[in-house]
């Protein structure tokens, strides 16, 4: 039979496992969820409200406001991370890796930060001996096509920490206008599309990579080559609305309740440039400016008046 102290004794005994049990238990269940909070997860499987979870993304929007940073990332599908009371150092391009609590707003799923990093990426085209990384000339490490680096530039090599594998869409078409969108500028291809960037593009060939979002594409890295001019007789033939250049001499010029139209020839053609009033001081054109017998070059988009083919201009020169 036990006696008082024995049986004191094994209680403590017991309680002292139980106690070690809590805590170990305890440590474990720590661990497994601290795990669980650093390994990134699609954001396509974000559903359960209120539970912890790591994503990783390349912000595609940015929106400041009242001391507010409300960014939106995308890795194929999109998430938006709202920062309250903070404006961070973050731009369009970058990754953000975020970790935090899975929230609702307005039925789009969102994560309220508690730890997040922000990555900048360099974006590039490499062929066989060139690298268009702004990394250095050469990169025969990479293959030909459209790469997304984590990397750090030393002089005179490339240190390339991690290559991102997003689903990036390829662009190309011909700019017809362009004008300032928010921080950024659109550009507008004959095709409809939307293409968002800095620094404002003109008219021209443009080529590049970049993400989508609810109005068109966010570009990442793009090529600009400026139109080539045409003949008159050759640009009448684009489809009305397609942006051309052509060259030629001024040969009549007329005033019209402020509006200035000038009709300009080469040796296959002549064709009229309206210019109106309000697009006069952006194109930095005065009625004193265009001199019969003046060699000019315009581009523009071909319109249509009175079923007489125009150019409405966007450059002259």
Not at 52 to 73: K, L, P
Request: one cysteine or more.
């Amino acid at each position: 039979m036990l006696t008082g102290e024995n049986r004191y004794m094994k209680d403590t005994k017991i309680m002292g496992c139980a106690v070690a049990c809590i805590v170990v238990g305890f440590i474990a269940l720590h661990a497994t969820v601290s795990e669980s909070r650093e390994g990134c997860v699609p954001i396509s499987s974000l559903t359960l409200v209120q539970a912890y979870a790591s994503c990783e993304g390349i912000v595609s929007n940015i929106h400041r406001t009242h001391g507010h940073t409300f960014v939106q990332i995308y890795d194929g599908d999109f998430l938006d991370v709202p920062f309250f009371n903070a404006e961070i150092a973050i731009t369009v391009g970058d990754v953000l890796s975020v970790t935090g609590k899975i929230s609702e707003y307005h039925g789009r799923i969102q994560i309220i930060p508690e730890k997040y990093t922000v990555i900048p990426v360099t974006y590039g085209v490499c062929t066989d001996t060139h690298c268009d990384t702004g990394l250095s000339d050469h990169a025969p490490e990479l293959s030909p096509g459209f790469h997304a680096l984590v990397a750090d530039a030393a002089p005179g090599e490339d240190i390339c920490k991690k290559e991102l594998f997003f689903p990036f869409i390829e662009v190309s078409g011909v700019i017809t206008s362009s004008y300032p969108k928010n921080d950024s500028y659109c550009s507008v291809l004959y095709s409809g599309l939307r293409l968002y960037h800095e620094p404002s593009l003109e008219s021209g060939q443009i080529t590049g990579y970049g993400i989508p979002t609810d109005e068109g594409i966010v570009l990442l890295w793009y090529r600009w080559i400026d139109l080539e001019a045409e003949s008159i007789s050759s640009a009448v033939t684009h489809p009305l609305g397609y942006p051309v250049k052509v060259c030629g001499t001024i040969i009549s010029q007329r005033i019209s309740h402020g509006h200035i139209f000038v009709i300009i020839e080469d040796a296959t053609g002549c064709i009229s440039i309206p210019i109106f009033a309000d697009q006069q001081l952006l194109l930095g054109i005065t009625a004193e400016s265009l001199i019969p017998g003046q060699i000019v070059t315009v581009k523009g988009i071909l319109s249509q008046y009175r079923g007489t083919q125009e150019i409405i201009p966007s450059v002259i020169s």
